[in-house]
């Protein structure tokens, strides 16, 4: 991760510290300690560093290979049923992932409510340029939706066949450009389309979103089994709509089941990814095309990274 190392002798050092994401939650500690460690060494006057990342793409055994060309990692969010919120966390991790610097793309498979484009306010049909779709651009991202290509309004029948040639459009004939990361909002669910879909996408793994209570969590487990089937490899567990803290006053509330998510995790062996609280901004940013952490991008947390960092790390990179 030390590239440029370099020490003169006045004892002035300098060095570039790559991570391997820009989106590293642990970012400001690594630069702290390797500062402090630095200077720390008898004869060193100065320290001169610079964080930078580098998004590899997985190792498949014999190199670094990318999932689709110039696309270094295919990230899905998938769930056991509808209606969990898996577009929401689908939305805003692209979102914080764009926000930390990573250049990051969102495709909206879910052919069942294709959500992405109300989410992100685009309501365009994508440009098609050398025989192939030009995605559409917010807050920074790059959008493809089933939505947009097939018309939102109207309700498809999708057969198997027709939904592994939509994917496979979607994924090869699309002018994605250099990203570190796709993220895919995948159909909830465990019936023939989420089965092709994950099978179609060549995926460096899948966050499956659900909600506290029993029967959501077995279906999320129905979901993790049927990924590690198709050897997808399951990246963890999120729970949304965890508990709800009064705004009046402040109150938190369990309105479903304590630690359901957890357990469930634990129970898979897979890593528990977080809660996120039922919070009636995640609909305002859902329904006015603004996602959460856009609108509440502080400069604080590790996913609301303040900008200019952000385009200091992107030059950098
Ligand atoms: N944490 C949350 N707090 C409040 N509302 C939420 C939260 N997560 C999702 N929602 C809302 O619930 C509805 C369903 O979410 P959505 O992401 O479309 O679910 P799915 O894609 O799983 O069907 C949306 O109106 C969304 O704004
Ligand atoms: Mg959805």
Redesign the pocket.
Known sequence: MIKDLAIDPAGQVSFTFELTTPACPVRDRFQTMARQLVSDLPGVTAVDLKMTANVQAPFNGRGHEAAIPGVKHVIAVG?GK????????AVNLAASLQLAGARTGLLDA?IY?P?VPG?LGVTEQPKVRDQKLVPLEAFGLKIISIGLLAGADKAMIWRGPLVARAIEQMLGDVMWGELDYLVV?LP?GTGDASLTLAQAVPLTGVAI?CTPQEAALRIALKALQMFRGLNVPPLGLIE??SHYVCAQCGHDEAIFKRGGGRETAERLAVPFLGE?????R??I???SGRPIVELHSTGTGPFTADRDRIKQLRLAA
Do not use: A
Request: no cysteine; proline share 11%.
């Open positions: 769930s509808g209606g969990v919120g898996k577009s929401t966390v879910d409510g959500s989410m909002d909830p979103v949304n709509m996120i609280p039922i919070d009636p995640v609909v940013g859902g329904d």
